[in-house]
């Protein structure tokens, strides 16, 4: 009995030094980390903001527009030569690469009619020579005489002409799918600015028919699939039945069914001469067409939606838009179709900085698309855990996922680590909704005080340094687009 007595004692004290052992190991090999983690306030939406607001055209640039439309001649950018066609982009590029360096996106659009630009020297027609001269040759050459001349045209439906379009989109896609200036291709091409319409035209073998424009449309869906696309209406080439975004160029004067509720909205339409047909053709377009498809009040969710002022908005009485019944019109049309942005034309585009009207016009500016904010940070010194919570209070999502990245820096500012969390989607963030993002302070950070930043990678740093950040409506901004999550301590 005592025999086993010791040796038990002997036992237990063994395994009491072994524990002992053990805890002193873990507690040499364990670190502390305390976080203390930002109380975030939010502030009025960030104007200029990436792909969101008022865009401006290239040729006359805007310091508060951050996008800018590009329209290009399809002449100018497609080259047929022998039968063969090919791509000239030493112009466009130039132009992407100045766009990107004013920090602003691209909207883009080739086009291959353009009745505006009718003269002496100018048909309105811009193909290249060689194939204007075959569709000439083949009687797919029409023309009819306008204002300020001789305008042609070409029938849409000629083969010849249809197989050069989708081969230059086949190009086109393959150059430009996925470039960080871009912020999306319109599907032009087809009518009249490349806006699929023909109401300069007089004879009906022009018009494309749906089949066609179809061809064109399954081009442009294979040939982008990075790059968000839009048409200009959904019920032509049977578009809605794809993955792309609409824009209105008419907007406002027959976007909205808002003169069926505003009857002082629907008295000043109708003191101007509306010639497109109805007061909401926009509407009835993503209505379904009068129950020829589904409507499409859904696809904002994943697909972009903007457009141009129309000049009869520029007309009296309109004026600038910015107050009484124009002003609510405007908001209506806004949230109705969750606008991303809009191109502002003649005197109810973008307010002059000095004018009266230009703190509204920032309200409406900041009114679009998404509004993306911090709604909390919170960490746990255990886990070395710092989760923050986003919201988004806009009309619209971010519609790409431009990478979340972490920033570690130390006390002299000095960079010593990034993250970047690849499970975030920032196109998923949906108005009235949240996203948490997850991030763990690093193992091997040695002793000290750090500060914790967080911001979103504009894909355009790879072309310009000049880029626009994606700013959030916070405060601890420490500079462009970075800001400020936790202070950490590493013991």
């Known amino acids: 009995m005592k025999n086993n007595s010791v040796q038990r004692a002997v036992r237990i004290g063994a395994s009491v030094l072994l524990i002992l052992s053990l805890l002193i190991t873990v507690s040499c090999g364990t670190r502390n980390v305390v976080i203390t983690a930002n109380q975030f306030t939010r502030t ?27 329209g ?27 766009v990107a360096d004013r920090g602003n996106s691209t909207i883009l659009r080739v086009y ?25 040759a083949s009687g797919n050459i029409y023309s009819n005489t306008v204002a300020t001349g001789l305008l042609e045209y070409p029938d849409f439906n000629c083969e010849k002409l249809i197989s050069c379009m989708t081969e230059f989109i086949q190009l086109f896609g393959k150059k430009y799918d996925g470039h960080a200036a871009i912020a999306t291709v319109q599907m032009g091409l087809y009518g009249s600015w490349g806006e699929w319409n023909m109401s300069e035209c007089r004879n009906g073998k022009c018009l494309m028919t749906n089949d066609n424009l179809r061809k064109i449309i399954e081009a442009y869906v294979s040939a982008f699939t990075k790059t968000k696309l839009m048409a200009r209406n959904p019920s032509l080439g049977y578009a809605n039945e794809f993955p792309i975004g ?7 004067f027959n976007t909205s069914d808002f003169h069926t509720k505003s009857p002082e909205w629907k008295a000043l339409l109708r003191k101007q001469n509306y010639t497109y047909g109805t007061l909401q053709q926009f509407y009835d377009f993503i209505n379904g067409n009068g129950g020829k498809y589904e409507p499409l009040w859904d696809i904002w969710k994943t697909q972009m939606f903007g457009g141009e002022l129309s000049m009869q908005m520029s007309m009296e009485p309109f004026g600038p838009l910015w107050s009484g019944t124009e002003r609510e019109a405007l908001a209506y049309c806004i949230n ?12 109810g585009g973008i307010p002059d900085a000095n004018s009266d009207e230009y703190q509204e016009f920032r309200k409406v500016a900041a009114s679009f698309g998404y509004d993306i904010f911090i709604d909390s940070v919170s960490g746990k010194n255990r886990t070395s855990k710092l989760t923050t ?3 988004n209070s806009g009309i619209a999502p971010f519609y790409y996922d431009w990478a979340l990245e972490y920033r570690i820096v130390d006390n002299e500012g000095k960079l010593v680590f990034t993250y970047q969390d ?12 949240t996203a948490e993002s997850v991030f763990f302070i690093p193992e091997n950070l040695t002793a000290g005080e750090y500060t914790v930043q967080l911001r979103f990678v504009n894909p355009a740093e790879s072309i310009s340094k000049k880029n626009l950040p994606l700013r959030l409506s916070n405060d601890h901004e420490i500079r462009d687009g970075i800001y400020e999550l936790a202070k950490i301590t590493v013991e």
């Open 422 to 433: 690849e499970q975030f989607r920032l196109s998923r963030l949906l108005p009235d909704e």
């Open 44 to 70: 009025e939406a960030q104007i200029p903001n990436p792909m969101k607001g008022f865009a401006c055209f290239y040729e006359k640039p805007d310091q508060d527009a951050s996008m800018e439309y590009i």
């Open 72 to 98: 290009v001649k399809f002449s100018e950018i497609y080259t047929y030569e022998n039968g063969q066609g090919g791509l000239e982009t030493e112009d466009l590029d130039r132009k992407l690469s100045e």
């Open 336 to 347: 109705q179709f969750h606008m991303s942005w809009l191109m502002g034309v003649g005197t």
């Open 246 to 252: 609409y824009h209105d160029d008419n907007f406002m």
């Open 389 to 391: 919570t986003f919201s």
């Open 112 to 136: 291959i009619l353009n009745p505006g630009s009718v003269s002496a020297e100018e048909t309105g027609l811009f193909l290249p020579e060689e194939l204007y001269s075959e569709l000439k």
